[in-house]
T-cell receptor, first 113, second 113 residues
Framework: QKEVEQNSGPLSVPEGAIASLNCTYS??????FFWYRQYSGKSPELIMF????GDKEDGRFTAQLNKASQYVSLLIRDSQPSDSATYLC?????????????FGKGTKLSVKP | EAQVTQNPRYLITVTGKKLTVTCSQN?????MSWYRQDPGLGLRQIYY???????DKGDVPEGYKVSRKEKRNFPLILESPSPNQTSLYFC????????????FGDGTRLSIL
């Protein structure tokens, strides 16, 4: 059973702080990793994807991947109240169809003004 | 505008009455998927399709059918809906390539009484 694990939260951080969201996955053959943001009642929207070990930065967001530890994280710098949402980690498993994306249950982030 | 369109957005119906949720994408994507999202369970894949006439089961296919007769359309069919299929449903599509993100529709909130 391929699994993607996230802390459900809620993770509460003050405005301006760094929010750190973590995700672990069970299959070492995983190829690509995505972070989605989902506001309540809305559809998930892509924030970032990463497929090489190391860091990938896009504005206030940094994704970090460590395949040896089967760990992927998302850092949000200078957190804003508008960042309050549920963050979904998704993993594309090697060997399965490219459409077979496995999602974690999400971490709820609350940024306090 | 690139988009995935689902209809209806909301539906309340009764047990056993066949229903279809339509999904259409205008991005010429090969891959399309259906997910359901339930509190505490996250996003779970129901079915996915890799191209016209090619479909495969996801994690929770029981009670659902799909078809892919045209590249742009991927309807979800509930032949005999039951209350445990009450959920928020998302259709998604993406291009081929292991690092291609999913593009989600706005969701269909389905209530089976």
């Amino acid at each position: 059973q391929k699994e993607v694990e996230q802390n459900s939260g809620p993770l509460s951080v003050p405005e301006g702080a760094i929010a750190s969201l973590n995700c672990t996955y069970s299959d070492r053959g995983s190829q690509s990793f995505f972070w989605y943001r989902q506001y309540s009642g809305k559809s998930p929207e892509l924030i970032m994807f990463i497929y090489s070990n190391g860091d990938k930065e896009d504005g206030r967001f940094t994704a970090q991947l460590n395949k040896a530890s089967q760990y992927v994280s998302l850092l949000i710098r200078d957190s804003q109240p508008s960042d309050s949402a549920t963050y979904l980690c998704a993993v594309n498993y090697y060997g399965g169809s490219q459409g077979n994306l496995i999602f974690g249950k999400g971490t709820k982030l609350s940024v306090k003004p | 505008e690139a988009q995935v369109t689902q209809n209806p957005r909301y539906l309340i119906t009764v047990t056993g009455k066949k229903l279809t949720v339509t999904c259409s994408q205008n991005m010429n994507h090969e891959y399309m998927s259906w997910y359901r999202q339930d509190p505490g369970l996250g996003l779970r894949q129901i079915y996915y399709s890799m191209n016209v006439e090619v479909t495969d089961k996801g994690d929770v296919p029981e009670g659902y059918k799909v078809s892919r007769k045209e590249k742009r359309n991927f309807p979800l069919i509930l032949e005999s809906p039951s209350p445990n299929q009450t959920s928020l449903y998302f259709c998604a599509s993406h291009a081929s390539g292991f690092n291609q993100p999913q593009h989600f529709g706005d969701g269909t909130r389905l209530s089976i009484l």
